[in-house]
């Protein structure tokens, strides 16, 4: 598969710059902390970097209401150190994406200032500019021009004295919505993206790009969403923005615009929410020339309820069924990214793994899981260190305007202030935003990157293994014991010169030792493992004796298996051979 394109069989690595690295002391993370550790990201073997916003912002909601695309906000650094950290990473091979947040600006960039300003600026119509619903006095609720909720908690509304309108926002007040209906809008926004390109940045990942096509009316009305118990008093507009009439036109355009017929391809993410598998398809088709990839939210919802707040148990059946559909809905045509953690998300040990005594296996057994799909992985820092959730005390303790807007509005109606910390612990942004958790004399990267059987060894034994295992990024991919609640199982296959090759990985979610047979796999050879293998070693060759035994999984043990078949011999059906657990093929 020569022709496949390169980012197929690239890790990315996302870096959040607040909380990376501070170079000068002053508590908060920078470019130079970034090009002082290049060779952290090179001995790890990541291929991209994907950097979180480093615009100049107010820092309403850290970073993604950005006042300035053009510019560094001074507190990161200069242009001058995107510049030294563009030729660093390319000067190690590693390519770099920025974060493009273009639903949305500050109400503090310029455009909005003029915006605002003036009813009859050319600039009026970049925005979101709507009168109050006939019949309601301006300014008091429910006189909203929509009834929709924003994800930040209250309306999606701010009301503006001045002009006697509101402005839709449909995250922070101090998040206006650009309005994508207008022309110069759009190329306002890929001629900023161009000069990023001709800088020297190697893609985009694009902030919420399935909103930048809202629902519009001929009279200008957006629709009312439906009331639901998560958003009362207010209604859900997601119909009037999820994937909305023009999306796909507008990511053509861009794609026209922006990279059209650079020498090298660059490697372009859209994030969103809400988006289904067919969606995702044609977004993601190389003929239709949108985007490379999405982030889709599913798997990540499957331990929430009505709101993210809202906090279930997770079941493994039911992430298996939904990253089942993913890949089988992208096998033919498209691509999936795949994700446990981001600086939206809780960290994955403390989440769907063991961060007690079990924080070094369970952390490398769901990154083995992961990885080992068919699509293109991003790791978030400190994930290839297996770090953990903060231990927050008290509210106090929180920055993230999502999660103070949500405590202060669910307290005031009533719930119980510890009931609505537990859900913040649990989901809150800070978890892996905030800088340094209190166990980080035990987790850091200087005791990891000599320790062959550290997370981070694992990590880059993973990278590494998709670099050089065509199969890991290429395969098809065929799910086994769906309805199985304690180990995760599948099969990558592959054919080349050496024949048809086939991977079988497994991971155990339980602390407990589970049986985990596979019919034909008896003897297959073991090519990763998070505990060293039968003879005590792990595969680079480190590694203490275990007594491991065959056709058990050890607590939040993974395996890689491999055989290869010679050409014309196939290796048969696999019969999975847990009882209940139906064949997978
Ligand atoms: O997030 C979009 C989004 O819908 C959610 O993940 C959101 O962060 C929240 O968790 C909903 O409950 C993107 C960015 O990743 C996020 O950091 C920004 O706050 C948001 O867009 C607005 O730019």
């Known amino acids: 598969m020569t022709d496949a394109p390169w980012w197929r069989s690239a890790v990315v690595y996302q870096i959040y710059p607040r909380s990376f690295a501070d170079s000068d002391g002053d508590g908060i993370g920078d470019l130079r902390g970034i090009i002082d550790r290049v060779d952290h990201l090179a001995r790890l073997g990541v291929d991209v970097v994907w950097l979180s916003p480093i615009y100049p912002s107010p820092q309403d909601d850290a970073g993604y209401d950005i006042s300035d695309y053009e510019n560094v906000d001074p507190t990161f650094g200069s242009l001058a150190d995107v510049d030294e950290l563009i030729a660093a990473l390319h000067g190690r091979g590693i390519k770099l994406v920025m974060d493009l947040v273009v639903n949305h600006t500050s109400d503090e960039h310029s455009w909005f200032v003029e915006s605002r300003s003036d009813p009859r600026s050319d600039k009026r119509d970049w925005y979101f500019w709507r009168p109050p619903r006939p019949g309601m006095e301006p300014g008091q609720p429910g006189a909203e021009p929509t009834n929709w909720v924003s994800f930040f908690s209250g309306p999606a509304w701010e009301y503006d004295p001045a002009s006697g309108e509101y402005y839709l926002h449909l995250f922070a007040r101090k998040q206006p919505d650009l309005n994508w209906e207008n022309p110069q809008v759009r190329a306002?926004?890929?001629?900023?993206?161009?000069?990023?390109?001709?800088?020297?940045?190697?893609?985009?990942?694009?902030?919420?790009?399935?909103?930048?096509?809202?629902?519009?009316?001929?009279?200008?009305?957006?629709?009312?969403?439906?009331?639901?118990?998560a958003t009362s008093p207010y209604g859900d507009g997601s119909a009037g923005f999820i994937c909305g009439p023009r999306v796909h036109e507008f990511l053509a355009e861009m794609h026209r615009e922006v990279f059209a017929g650079l020498d090298e391809a660059p490697i372009t993410v859209g994030e969103m929410p809400g988006v289904t598998v067919e969606q995702a398809v044609l977004f993601t088709d190389p003929a239709r020339a949108e985007l490379d990839m999405v982030f889709q939210f599913e798997h990540v919802a499957l331990d929430q309820g009505a709101s993210k707040w809202d906090v279930r148990p997770f079941r493994l059946r039911d992430l298996k069924a939904s990253f089942g559909r993913w890949q089988a809905g992208l096998a033919a045509t498209g691509w999936n990214s795949l994700y446990w953690n981001n600086h939206d998300q809780p960290r994955i040990v403390s989440r769907w793994g063991d961060d007690g005594i079990y924080r070094v296996q369970s952390a490398t057994m769901l990154a083995t899981v992961l990885?080992?799909?068919?699509?293109?992985?991003?790791?978030?820092?400190?994930?290839?260190?297996?770090?953990?959730?903060?231990?927050?005390?008290?509210?106090?303790?929180?920055?993230?305007?999502?999660?103070?807007?949500?405590?202060a509005v669910a307290v005031a109606r009533g719930e119980d202030p510890e009931h609505v910390l537990a859900a913040l612990r649990a989901m809150g942004r800070d978890n892996a935003r905030i800088p340094v958790n209190p166990d980080y004399p035990e987790v850091n990267a200087a005791v990891q990157v000599d320790d062959p059987g550290s997370v981070f060894s694992h990590y880059r034994r993973l990278i590494s293994l998709r670099h050089t295992e065509p199969t890991v990024a290429h395969g098809d991919f065929t799910m086994l014991l769906p309805d199985d609640d304690a180990v995760y199982a599948f099969t990558r296959r592959y054919s080349d010169e050496r024949g048809e090759v086939e991977l079988?990985?497994?991971g155990n979610f339980?602390?407990?030792?589970?049986?985990?047979?596979?019919?034909?796999?008896?003897?297959?050879?073991?090519?990763?493992?998070?505990?060293?293998?039968?003879?005590?070693?792990?595969?680079?060759g480190s590694g203490t004796p275990y007594d491991g035994e065959a056709g058990a999984l050890r607590p939040w043990e993974a395996r890689v298996h491999r055989r290869t078949c010679p050409s014309g011999s196939g290796p048969g059906l696999i019969r999975p051979s847990r009882p209940g657990s139906p064949a997978g093929r």
Request: charged fraction near 25%; glycine fraction near 14%.
């Open 504 to 506: 079988l990985v497994l």
């Open 188 to 229: 306002a926004v890929y001629r900023m993206m161009r000069g990023w390109v001709e800088r020297g940045v190697d893609g985009f990942r694009m902030d919420v790009v399935n909103f930048i096509s809202k629902v519009v009316g001929p009279d200008g009305a957006l629709p009312d969403g439906i009331v639901t118990a």
């Open 371 to 407: 990885h080992l799909h068919r699509g293109t992985p991003y790791v978030y820092q400190g994930e290839e260190l297996g770090m953990r959730n903060m231990p927050f005390g008290s509210i106090a303790e929180f920055r993230d305007i999502e999660s103070l807007n949500h405590y």
């Open 510 to 540: 339980t602390g407990e030792k589970v049986d985990a047979e596979i019919d034909g796999w008896a003897g297959a050879e073991l090519v990763l493992g998070n505990y060293p293998d039968a003879s005590g070693r792990y595969p680079d």
